[in-house]
């Protein structure tokens, strides 16, 4: 593995997506609405109602944009480059598919963890500072605070690999958009249902999800790179 060409696919990658605009107004868009609905929530909730909440983990709600996000970029990684033209120059070089799906990944997962982390700052400021006295330290718990932060680069990491995944297996990238979104379902609905205290979290589902997300992420990284068929692509196979 070559530091130095993972770093070159990596900044390839970020100019890219700087000139593909509907990419970008997608990932501010899903935030938005991430960050509205439990605002709605919590702003209706009264001082008198403050305590009435306290089991509720609206902070987890908004772990659906590492898991959503991320498909935007992701799902574009290969098909989109493919139907662009710029894939194959790439596929002639010495680079190994491991640090080009590589590459591609830590590229995508670094806008995704700022703008998650962005947007939930701006979430916990707000609360702070306009929700009804008492509202803020009901909802804003250190626990739930400090799962997001772990949390936060596991499941877009997750994102990543299946959006990679099925954008090496279609030729479409609205296709693509479409199954990523589709594949990151079930795990908007865990971290909602999780959020709603429909399953109750704990220390041991905490930790046994980030097990499974790690181990998940790193065998994500190897089935994703032997998806990467090079002669296929340079040949243009369907």
């Known amino acids: 593995m070559s530091r130095r060409r993972i770093r070159a696919i990596v900044?390839?990658?970020?100019?890219?997506?700087?000139?593909?605009?509907?990419?970008?107004?997608?990932?501010?868009?899903?935030?938005?609405?991430?960050?509205?609905?439990?605002?709605?929530?919590?702003?209706?909730?009264?001082?008198?109602?403050?305590?009435?909440?306290?089991?509720?983990?609206?902070?987890?709600?908004?772990?659906?944009?590492?898991?959503?996000?991320?498909?935007?970029?992701?799902?574009?990684?290969?098909?989109g480059e493919r139907q662009e033209g710029t894939l194959e120059p790439v596929l002639t070089t010495p680079v190994r598919r491991e640090e080009l799906v590589l590459g591609k990944a830590l590229a995508v997962l670094g806008p995704s963890i700022v703008i998650s982390y962005v947007v939930f700052g701006v979430?916990?400021?707000?609360?702070?500072?306009?929700?009804?006295?008492?509202?803020?330290?009901?909802?804003?718990?250190?626990?739930?605070?400090?799962?997001?932060?772990?949390?936060?680069?596991?499941?877009?990491?997750?994102?990543?690999?299946?959006g990679i995944?099925?954008?090496?297996?279609?030729?479409?990238?609205?296709v693509a958009q479409q199954l990523s979104v589709l594949a990151s379902l079930p795990t908007i609905a865990l971290t909602t249902l999780i959020s709603l205290n429909v399953i109750h979290p704990s220390v041991r589902l905490a930790v046994a999800l980030g097990i499974v997300l790690l181990i998940g992420n790193r065998l994500g990284w190897r089935l994703v790179s032997a998806l990467f068929d090079r002669e296929r692509m340079i040949a243009g196979v369907r």
């Open 123 to 162: 979430f916990l400021a707000v609360v702070a500072l306009f929700a009804h006295p008492g509202v803020a330290p009901a909802i804003i718990r250190g626990p739930d605070v400090l799962v997001q932060v772990i949390f936060t680069p596991l499941i877009a990491g997750w994102s990543i690999w299946l």
């Open 11 to 79: 900044r390839k990658e970020l100019r890219g997506y700087r000139r593909n605009g509907s990419i970008i107004g997608a990932m501010a868009v899903i935030p938005f609405v991430f960050l509205v609905q439990p605002l709605i929530s919590v702003f209706a909730v009264s001082s008198n109602a403050a305590m009435q909440i306290s089991h509720r983990h609206e902070l987890l709600y908004m772990l659906g944009i590492p898991a959503l996000v991320p498909v935007m970029l992701a799902s574009y990684a290969v098909v």
């Open 165 to 174: 995944a099925i954008s090496t297996r279609v030729n479409d990238i609205r």
